[in-house]
């Protein structure tokens, strides 16, 4: 032990003497320290854009609470109360406009995952979900071919690069400087020698890595000593990286090339495994599970929604009134029913629809799950993904909870509009609790 921690020492004096590992240093520090902001920035913007549409979304609750209350005797007050108090709406002039937010999670900005492909909020009123959450924009697609810079970003694709710079010369470096004979008279063996620098190596990237997650956590706000399991786990992942590379340069220090050929081996193998494998694992998956094609899908929306406003009220009333006996009232001529209850058939369609998407695209991720270690990049950037919850399981989840909330405004709003029913101050005060 005693050998092993001064030969760690001066190995440590020796690489700290050259400006060769401190500017790499410095280099991956910045590029972190960059991926930190930028995450920040971004997560930042979307929170930004979810406090400003819910702040619009309770201006719009108090003045309908504020219309609701107004003396109708002037033609301009009884139109702004007709707005508050009538269920129903015709196109654009719908009662209200809800809002529901993906809220970020802890460590959302270290690691962006699919949060700038997904919407972070939805807005939508009590007509048809399906088409209102599917006409939406994802993103920009020129930045999504290039990815986000996040610190997640650094460590799968730079830090490996820091490790290959490191250690490509570990042998060829002596024996290029002509040290290696002074190193092979020495009373250790030639291997525990170099098990020994190798580690002072893995020990300053691990070190680096430790200052850029401790920056991360406190630039973004996150309390390490209340989501010291966030910590850990971020910690675990990357550490076990790392020790990957480290042991893929040992394997091609281990036939002792010339330190060219050793770097070229090297970024041959980073190539291969951040760009290449991950392109063909994608195009393999492609061949076997076909993406669903989402243009095809909102066709689809549109044919079967043409099909559904060509029908007459009463065939659409009739089977409405089949799944909700509880509305019917015998009505079969109302055309604010008919309306509504259009919207409702049609979703009705629609979700059969996305569950055949989200089937697809299911058995199209569980054929990435089993292949994916083929892809080590790949691999860690989804498990950080998952651990910040940006994820696509996030996304589904957080699309369980907007359906699970517009059928709740649903219930309320219906209850009303079939009862020919309007609402007062009460009813909105309801409304507002759930926004």
């Not at 819910?54 to 309908?64: G, N």
């Not at 470096?173 to 098990?195: H, M, R, V």
């Not at 063909?280 to 043409?306: D, I, K, Q, S």
């Not at 009220?313 to 008919?338: I, Q, R």
């Amino acid at each position: 032990m005693k050998l092993f921690l001064h030969i760690t020492y001066f190995e440590w004096l020796s690489l700290w003497r050259s400006n060769t590992l401190k500017t790499l240093l410095l280099i991956v520090l910045g590029a972190g320290i960059y991926g930190i902001f930028f995450g920040k920035f971004e997560i930042d913007k979307q929170q930004q854009k979810i406090e400003q549409v819910k702040q619009h979304e309770i201006q719009q609750m108090d003045s309908l609470m504020a219309w609701v209350q107004l003396d109708t005797t002037s033609i301009q007050n009884k139109q702004k109360w007709k707005q508050a108090a009538s269920p129903v709406g015709v196109g654009w002039n719908k009662h209200f406009t809800y809002f529901k937010t993906h809220q970020a999670s802890d460590g959302a900005g270290l690691c962006l995952g699919q949060r700038d492909l997904y919407p972070v909020y939805y807005a939508f009123n009590v007509s048809d979900l399906a088409r209102q959450v599917n006409t939406a924009e994802l993103a920009n697609p020129t930045k999504l071919l290039s990815g986000n810079f996040d610190l997640s970003y650094v460590y799968v694709f730079i830090f490996p690069l820091l490790l290959i710079a490191l250690f490509y010369n570990l042998y060829a470096g002596e024996k290029e400087g002509g040290t290696l004979s002074i190193l092979q008279a020495q009373s250790c063996s030639l291997w525990f020698l170099f098990l020994s620098k190798g580690i002072v190596r893995v020990l300053i990237v691990w070190g680096l890595a430790a200052i850029l997650l401790t920056l991360g956590f406190w630039i973004q706000g996150i309390s390490i000593a209340n989501n010291l399991g966030l910590f850990s786990q971020w910690a675990v992942i990357i550490s076990m990286y790392c020790l990957i590379w480290a042991a893929v340069m040992a394997c091609i220090v281990w036939f002792r090339l010339h330190s060219a050929l050793s770097a070229m081996i090297g970024l041959s193998v980073w190539l291969l495994c951040t760009l290449v494998l991950p392109a063909m694992l994608n195009l393999f998956v492609l061949a076997n599970e076909t993406l669903p094609n989402r243009t095809e899908m909102l066709h689809t929306y549109r044919e079967m929604n043409g099909e559904i406003w060509g029908q007459p009220k009463s065939y659409v009333l009739k089977e409405f009134y089949a799944d909700h006996p509880e509305l019917n009232d015998g009505d079969t001529t109302n055309f604010h029913k008919w309306y509504y209850a259009s919207f409702t058939l049609f979703d009705k369609k629609a979700v059969l629809l996305d569950v055949a998407f989200e089937t697809q695209v299911m058995q199209r991720n569980a054929l990435i799950d089993k292949w994916i270690w083929l892809a080590p990049a790949a691999m860690v950037q989804a498990q950080l993904s998952e651990l910040s919850n940006t994820d696509r399981a996030s996304h589904l989840q957080f699309m369980k909870e907007v359906r699970a909330y517009h059928a709740a405004l649903k219930k309320l709003y219906y209850a009303r509009i079939f009862s020919n029913k309007e609402f007062n101050l009460q009813d909105l005060q309801e409304l507002e609790q759930k926004l």
